[in-house]
């Protein structure tokens, strides 16, 4: 039985990423703006320019992309930006890049992890509608 028929409406899965983006992309510009402002002794985590410029980039990037409200696109965001996150928590602890350039710490590594689990997992159950509602 499906959950339609049990009464259950199904998950709309491209409502969902559009909202996990409608936050995770002013995070990801505020996170930017404040490792470019913070003086580098206060932050737990990576205060290099290339980091928090990557930060603002893609956070204008899934921001335009929510204005937009384009559930497809929100979940190949979230699917291609938590793989990335991912990626950059492996690339951290063993010394690939970027670790380097963007000075990466341990505190990172755990944020990559979570987050990029999250925004994996929302990605995978990605809807290809176009025009979805916040």
């Known amino acids: 039985m499906t959950a339609s028929r049990a ?7 491209g409502r969902r990423n559009l909202r996990l983006l409608a936050v995770f992309g ?8 404040a490792g470019l402002t ?10 290099a320019a290339p980091y928090d410029i990557f930060h603002i980039i893609f956070g204008t990037l899934g921001l335009a992309i929510v204005l937009a409200r384009s559930a497809r696109f929100a979940g190949l965001f979230n699917l ?6 991912l990626y950059q928590a492996v690339a951290g602890a063993v010394g690939f890049f970027p670790a380097g350039p ?16 999250l925004l994996v997992v929302f990605g995978l159950h990605r809807s290809d509608k176009v025009d979805a509602a916040v």
């Open 26 to 33: 002013p995070v990801l510009i505020a996170t930017g703006v």
């Open 80 to 85: 291609g930006f938590g793989a990335v996150d």
């Open 7 to 13: 009464g259950v409406a199904p998950v709309d899965w």
């Open 38 to 47: 913070l003086p580098p002794g206060l932050s737990l985590m990576s205060g």
């Open 102 to 117: 963007f000075g990466l710490r341990p505190a990172d590594h755990v944020v990559h992890i979570v987050l990029g689990l």
